[in-house]
């Protein structure tokens, strides 16, 4: 089969998946290598599928500490569009920023403001679907019913990007949504078959506090949708579309 750009972001999405919810074996690394080889088959069309992977490759050397590994794919991310200056400001990077590679390689990113508002509402998202997932682990705890709860997630934005390096942060965010679902709701039904379970074996089975949790459920699930429709991004009026400088490197907090 041959490969597309949509064909190819979802196999990437499928590869970041992978790591986020297995670690960062071998195979995933081995998946990232291969969507750039195969980006590379796609011209210029695929170059920011190829940067998106070197950028990913590049934060998994510098959570191992491997800083010259990290400035060399990011030297390639950079080549290919890479220019979320935010994701560059998060503690595993940090150490870079007092590298003379990594300053060139920093300074020679460009975005626009529009763009740059984009970076800091998708890592601020990160963050926040992070405590959404911490805070119903917890409400599910002692749920005596046998439904599943989703976790909704904010609608990715759907603007035109100014920068191709928005693509690679919208891969970015929805493997990490995706990721997120998939450890909720695989913990969802393990309780849910567990007290499928034990309510045919437990003659003492409450029944009537399975039916209540089960609406307190469905309405944590309407009020955490809610919740997540009202994030979406919202573009700002007259944000400024021309390329410029990021900004100054260390003058970045990381939102998440």
Not at 77 to 89: P, T
Not at 117 to 142: C, I, K, P, T, Y
Not at 179 to 197: E, H, I, M, Y
Not at 243 to 254: E, F, V, W
Request: proline share 5%; glycine share 8%; net charge negative.
């Amino acid at each position: 089969m041959v490969d597309t750009v949509n064909s190819l972001a979802a196999r990437l999405h499928e590869v970041l998946v992978e790591i986020l919810t297995k670690g960062a074996p071998v195979a995933g690394t081995r998946g990232l290598h291969d969507v750039i080889a195969r980006a590379g088959a796609l011209g210029p069309d695929g170059a920011w599928l190829a940067a998106s992977g070197h950028a990913n490759l590049a934060g998994l050397a510098c959570m191992e500490g491997r800083a010259d590994l990290a400035i060399l794919h990011l030297e390639a991310a950079v080549a290919g569009g890479f220019n979320d200056c935010v994701s560059l400001h998060t503690p595993p990077v940090l150490p870079l920023h007092h590298d003379p590679r990594f300053q060139a390689l920093y300074r020679r990113m460009r975005v626009t403001q529009a763009d740059l508002d984009e970076f800091f509402w998708a890592h601020q998202e990160m963050g926040l679907m992070m405590r959404d997932a911490q805070r119903a682990s917890v409400d599910n705890l002692g749920r005596y019913d046998s439904g599943v709860s989703l976790l909704p997630q904010a609608p990715l934005p759907t603007r035109e990007p100014d920068t191709v390096g928005v693509l690679i942060t919208r891969v970015d965010l929805a493997a990490a949504q995706t990721a997120l679902q998939q450890a909720a709701v695989k913990a969802d039904f393990q309780r849910a078959s567990g007290n499928n379970s034990l309510s045919l074996i437990d003659d003492t089975w409450d029944y009537a506090r399975a039916r209540r949790d089960a609406w307190d459920a469905d309405v944590l699930d309407s009020q955490r949708l809610r919740v997540s429709e009202a994030r979406a991004f919202v573009e700002r009026p007259g944000a400024d579309t021309t390329l410029t400088h990021c900004p100054p490197l260390g003058s970045i907090r990381y939102p998440a």
